[in-house]
């Protein structure tokens, strides 16, 4: 930060300047810990064994389910196993999507079964299911600007392609015709909805994740298609040839259940009280095993929490990790955790979703005043191949710590990982341990623990967030 900029922020004379600028500085110790946990972490195999459990003895946990209950008693058990304090679920009752089996095959102009799988939250439909012609649209906006009646009466097909970034910004540009696009069909007189695959692959696999719908619009039943089989049917529209499609989808919606966060902690010292949380969501989509969402996340942040507490100082602040229930389908977890700890004093909320890949850049969402300290934790991190470039205090946490952040202006630090290939497997039956390579989970428990010690050891409060 600028010597002018804090003057002018806080008013002080130059007596007043010198304590803040000495404040706003970790101790030698401190950063000697740091540097020190930095160590431990890239030789750590917590991390990749947590997940592999998890995956493994356990396997897919959509909020709710059997597997969702078991996860959260897998999950206590391995943090106290880890060292970790204070261990608990907080259970949360919700209402929960079921899916059911479904098909697709386009009938005309050639038969062709079709790679598929229902949105979540889709509506099942009549027994027989639907056949109907395509109603083509390049991508949503075309949907959107459509005042025509082109779409009654049709199955609208939404073409929405899924760019490749390392920030992952392709998805969050197409994501509106998974979310939104029910609503949208719908609007316009359609049966149901389908969309290309809101993913980067090639592979002959569907992508699941959740759509909505509006109260007073219709509900119609939404799902994807592969890559490839949207490939040949853009091909076939381009030839001008009119698509038949038929399709059945079982499903239930709003079938009673409970999930809940699970919570670990690393108690801290003299400002206890103040909570540095880390986490990821427990709950994942029902075709893979969620290694990559989130089981890493949970995984690394856990094992990061662990190194602190296992290498012998004990942090100022408490260190707590939360694993949260129902990200994927709801984000029950987050408010159940919002409500419960609304009143406490939050140094810090961040998450880690965004699958397994290296860290490679950080950045912050905290008070001015505590810009110095977040360019310390960066210095911290360069080792690890982390960049922290200006302007960096527009960060976001992750999904489940974003609300906790816009309802709390909690401060948040957000270590970003290389998504380059998370969009190829996301909510598929390819988000297994495979896609996971350890040594990026060891970087990722070192970028963590660092994080996380230095957030519990600030001279000052990160917050509020500037929003
Ligand atoms: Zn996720």
Redesign the pocket.
Known sequence: MKRRELMALAGLGLGGLARAQAAATYSADDLQHAARLRGLGLADGTAWGLVQQLCNEVGARPAGSVGDAQAAVWAQAAMRRLGLQNVRAESTALRVWQRGPAAARLVAPQALPLVMVALGNSVATPEGGIEADIAWYADFDALKADTSDRARGRIVFIDQKTERFKDGRGYGAAVVARAQGPIEAAKRGALALAIRSIGTDTDPIAHTGATRYEIGVPRIPAFAVSVPDANRLAALNADGKTLRLQFTLASKSDVEATTQNVIGEVPGTDLANEIVCIGG?LDSWDLGVGAV??GA?VSITAAAAALIAGAGQRPRRTVRVVMYGN??NGFDGARLYGDRYKDVPHQLIAES?FGAGRVWQLKSRVQTAALPLVEQIGQLLAPLGVALSAPFNDGGP??DAAVLMRRHKWPTLQLSQDGTAYFDIHHTVNDTLARIEPAAMAQNTACWAVTAWLAAQSPLPFGPAPL
């Open positions: 969501h969402d989130d996340g990200e994927e979703d992750g999904p």
